[in-house]
T-cell receptor, first 115, second 112 residues
Framework: GAGVSQSPRYKVTKRGQDVALRCDPI?????LYWYRQALGQGPEFLTY????????KSGLPNDRFSAERPEGSISTLTIQRTEQRDSAMYRC?????????????FGPGTRLLVL | GQSLEQPSEVTAVEGAIVQINCTYQ??????LSWYQQHDGGAPTFLSY????GLEETGRFSSFLSRSDSYGYLLLQELQMKDSASYFC?????????????FGSGTQLTVLP
């Protein structure tokens, strides 16, 4: 079946603009995660949804970052008043727990460049 | 907090066996996962250890020792396509149910 998809794949924006990044998880997956990955580093946790409930947003860097998953499927990560330091690869992952283990499946990411 | 340490680079020849070590510090976690990431690609799941011991999946095996705060990924019969970055990740170590905390990755280069 289809994997996790993200759009746009690339986004170039000017400092101060708002951006919205979309994640379409694997159908039926309950869990949805947002991560941010800098070049040469591992992904860094941002936030987690269980169905439509945002259960952990401890990784969001500041209040310019927000996320939603209103119907428990597609999720949007919004960054307001972007800054150059927000430039990174933003990855979404979805997962389903089976036998007390949850494998996370990552999407291709959105590469954000803030000029 | 949580932290993971793994070597930044490993080089091996085709057909060989390589072991990538991972040591960690955490107050609690569900398990240790391993992900592979090719340049420009998404991380893909390789293996998971919820309990101590060895898990084998084809050419890849992973090991966990909670008492030693240590794990490793073993890759056998190396192929050129195995050249990639490999990340160890603690599952559920920062409060959220299954959040992954990643190490900084090991770049594996397989030589002909």
């Amino acid at each position: 079946g289809a994997g996790v998809s993200q759009s746009p794949r690339y986004k170039v924006t000017k400092r101060g603009q708002d951006v919205a990044l979309r994640c379409d998880p694997i159908s039926g997956h309950v869990s949805l995660y947002w991560y941010r990955q800098a070049l040469g580093q591992g992904p860094e946790f941002l936030t987690y949804f269980n169905y439509e409930a945002q259960q952990d947003k401890s990784g969001l860097p500041n209040d310019r970052f927000s996320a939603e998953r209103p119907e428990g499927s597609i999720s949007t990560l919004t960054i307001q008043r972007t800054e150059q330091r927000d430039s990174a690869m933003y990855r979404c992952a979805s997962g389903q727990e089976r036998q007390r283990q949850e494998t996370q499946y990552f999407g291709p990411g959105t590469r954000l460049l803030v000029l | 907090g949580q932290s993971l340490e793994q070597p930044s680079e490993v080089t091996a020849v085709e057909g060989a066996i390589v072991q990538i070590n991972c040591t960690y510090q955490t107050s609690g976690f569900y398990g240790l996962s391993w992900y592979q990431q090719h340049d420009g690609g998404a991380p893909t799941f390789l293996s998971y250890n919820g309990l101590d011991g060895l898990e084998e999946t084809g050419r890849f095996s992973s090991f966990l020792s909670r008492s030693d705060s240590y794990g490793y990924l073993l890759l056998q019969e190396l192929q050129m396509k195995d050249s990639a970055s490999y990340f160890c990740a603690l599952e559920g170590s920062s409060g959220s149910a299954r959040q992954l905390t990643f190490g900084s990755g090991t770049q594996l280069t397989v030589l002909p």
